[in-house]
């Protein structure tokens, strides 16, 4: 499908339109050199000391010592300090000018940006994982919400911002960008799993997978596959009749994929062995890859994301005449 970027993160977060542009701006970062002035660097004016760095570099590391190997955390500082130096730039370009042109933002609206940001969040997140993942109270993230808001102002104040695409226009997308709307191989498929447990014997091993054929021999025999998932099954998706849904390749340990994308529809296929353990695997529907028609969906699709991408190159200009007419002192530059 057509690859997409949320711009509710110009509409509302803020810290990660600043991600976004990263690249971009601190290609162009040079400023003009100064005198030490305890500053890491300085925005008109405005300075970014080495003790506000210093906290905010001891942040981040922080959040990425879960997630990155302690050899590759050092090796990944300058690029983070690069990446806090952009943000405090960007941010203060943006907020300055904000400030100028006296754009507001009312309490609606900031109550508004929350709740669609909300609604946005990947299945299983909650609201305070994201507040915790980015490390951020519910003030600040308010504050943040109400730089967004004003800032997806300063952006629509363009006329070209609030343009709609042309059909033409929409319509060479879709030629010139086939591959992007092309559905994958899919099969949507119910498995009856008896499970395999690390301390196994091969004893157990044997009295399990004799479990599983005899399940299957019931099967074969007319039994209700979904009355066995139920009654029998170690897999979660027990509660649904063994139902795993519909999945491309690549979701499934190979065994199994291999297993569902060639079994036939309705057929109840050979026990198959996993790391898991044993699994009877019904097909219930088979897709091949297709590319998805240009339908009214696919074209409102289309028509948003141009306009999306019109907006983010409104924003990126609006930066870069900022950056341009801007004072940044880079102190050692």
């Known amino acids: 499908m057509m690859e997409r970027r949320n711009l509710y993160l110009i509409a509302a977060l803020v810290f990660l339109i600043l991600t976004a ?34 906290a905010e570099m001891t942040k981040k590391l922080a959040l990425l010592k879960a997630q990155v190997p302690p050899d590759k955390l050092q090796q990944i500082q300058p690029e983070l300090r690069k990446q806090i130096i952009d943000d405090f730039v960007i941010r203060t370009l943006l ?22 940001v909300k609604s946005t969040l990947p299945p299983g997140m909650t609201f305070d994982e994201l507040l915790k993942k980015s490390d951020l109270t519910n003030e600040k993230f308010r504050e943040e919400i109400t730089l967004g808001v004003k800032i997806n102002k300063l952006v629509f104040s363009q006329p070209s911002a609030k343009e709609k695409p042309t059909e033409k ?31 196994d014997d091969d004893k157990t091993k044997t009295e399990k997978k004799a479990k599983t054929e005899m399940l299957r021999k019931q099967l074969l025999q007319g039994a209700d596959f979904a009355d066995l998932a139920a009654k029998n099954s170690d897999c979660p998706s027990k509660r649904s009749g063994g139902d795993l849904g519909t999945f491309s390749r690549g979701q499934m340990v190979k065994p199994f994929e291999d297993a569902a994308f060639s079994q ?3 057929v109840i296929g050979p026990v198959v062995e996993t790391d898991f353990g044993y699994h009877i695997i019904q097909v219930m529907e088979h897709n091949d890859a297709k590319i998805i028609g240009f339908d009214n969906k696919i074209k409102g699709e289309i028509a948003s994301f141009l306009q999306q991408q019109k907006r983010q190159e409104i924003f990126a200009e609006i930066l870069k005449k900022l950056r341009a007419k801007a004072t940044i002192i880079v102190p050692g530059k």
């Open 264 to 266: 036939k529809v309705k």
């Open 95 to 116: 907020s300055q000018e904000v400030k100028r042109l006296k754009i507001s933002a009312t309490d609606q609206e900031v109550t508004e940006a929350i709740d669609r």
């Open 169 to 199: 226009e929409v319509s060479k997308y879709y030629k010139d960008n086939k591959e992007k709307f092309k559905a994958p191989e899919t099969v949507h498929a119910r498995h009856i799993l008896i499970s395999k447990n690390p301390g």
């Open 21 to 54: 542009m990263k690249p971009v701006l601190y290609a162009e970062l040079k400023g003009a050199p100064g005198k030490s002035s305890g500053a890491v660097v300085e925005v008109n004016s405005v300075k970014f000391t080495n003790k506000q760095f210093d």
